[in-house]
């Protein structure tokens, strides 16, 4: 038996770090030779919300019911993010578009939010009731707007934001149907909650892949070697894999001068990793011995 050890020294440029390519020293022949992984070191550093992932934007409408809606686009950053990560971010980003209340106690309120709901293995939208109808008159005691709210001519109504998800990723996230939205409420004084209508995928790669260039495998598309889970490892956190038994691969036969490794997402595309620190330990033997 064999040992190859692949590092960041063998990681191939441009490739977003998801491809190692590991040179003999000299041609090898294989005949009737089997490959498995023995361990991976890695750190947890793929994003789960990014615009190649296309689950990076959100739209919100204020005065949904009147003349003078207004929609914005809401483009999160590429990043890691719980959605309690994706909360603050919407939080900021609504201060930074003036679009929030500050009641009598000084505290601000904004005008969607997102939560987990762990009992329903959901995630849960809320919308509050704005009292601002396009008249200052009518705001609760106390209550005051940021200097830049969306201005609007008096509607008579309360009314709740409306949020959509224009793209199928993002929604995918939230775990509703694309094109989904949230109702205008206009009249009620209610808050609005909605629950996940399907499971939400918080992470679109939810296992990696590693493929392996010249494994025989008749029943599969890609070349695939070992799957893992970064579950339970916190974002830049070591990944650790050392399986308990062997996964044995047969190779083709022939002379090989490199081996190449791919991290591919289980959308089976190449991934985008920000770290090419590695360790990767591959046994090779006989089927013969």
């Known amino acids: 038996m064999n040992v190859i050890c692949i590092t960041a020294k063998d990681v191939i440029a441009g490739s977003n770090n998801s491809t190692y390519v590991y040179k003999m020293p000299s041609s090898v022949q294989f005949e009737n030779?089997?490959?498995?992984?023995?361990?991976l070191n890695m750190y947890s550093c793929y994003f789960n919300v990014t615009a190649a992932l296309a689950n990076n934007v959100f739209a919100i409408q204020v005065y949904p019911v009147d003349a003078y809606a207004q929609t914005y686009t809401i483009i999160v950053p590429d990043g890691s993010y719980t959605v309690a990560d994706l909360n603050s971010y919407f939080q900021y980003w609504s201060i930074q578009n003036s679009l929030y209340l500050v009641n009598a106690d000084g505290n601000y309120l904004y005008l969607a939010s997102f939560a987990v709901n762990a009992v329903k293995y959901a995630l849960e939208l809320q919308t509050i009731s704005c009292p601002y109808n396009g008249d200052l008159a009518t705001l609760p005691v106390g209550y005051t707007l940021p200097v830049g709210f969306p201005a609007a001519p008096a509607i008579g109504a309360t009314w709740n934001a409306v949020v959509s998800f224009p793209i199928a990723g993002m929604a995918s996230y939230f775990g509703f149907?694309?094109?989904?939205?949230?109702?205008?409420?206009?009249?009620n004084t209610?808050?609005?909650?909605?629950?996940?209508?399907?499971?939400?995928?918080?992470?679109?790669?939810?296992?990696v892949l590693l493929t392996l260039n010249?494994?025989?495998?008749?029943?599969?598309?890609s070349p695939i070697l070992y799957s893992f889970s970064s579950a339970g490892v916190?974002?830049?956190?070591?990944?650790e894999e050392r399986p308990n038994n062997l996964l044995w691969s047969n190779l083709n036969a022939g002379t090989y001068n490199e081996l190449r490794i791919t991290f591919l997402g289980t959308d089976l595309r190449p991934m985008t990793l920000l770290d090419p620190s590695i360790t990767m330990l591959l046994v090779i033997k006989s089927n013969l011995s």
């Open 33 to 39: 030779h089997s490959i498995a992984l023995a361990s």
């Open 214 to 221: 010249g494994i025989n495998n008749k029943y599969a598309a």
């Open 177 to 187: 149907a694309v094109g989904f939205s949230t109702d205008a409420n206009s009249g």
């Open 234 to 239: 916190n974002f830049g956190s070591v990944i």
């Open 190 to 207: 209610t808050t609005l909650a909605y629950l996940s209508t399907i499971a939400p995928q918080i992470q679109p790669n939810p296992s």
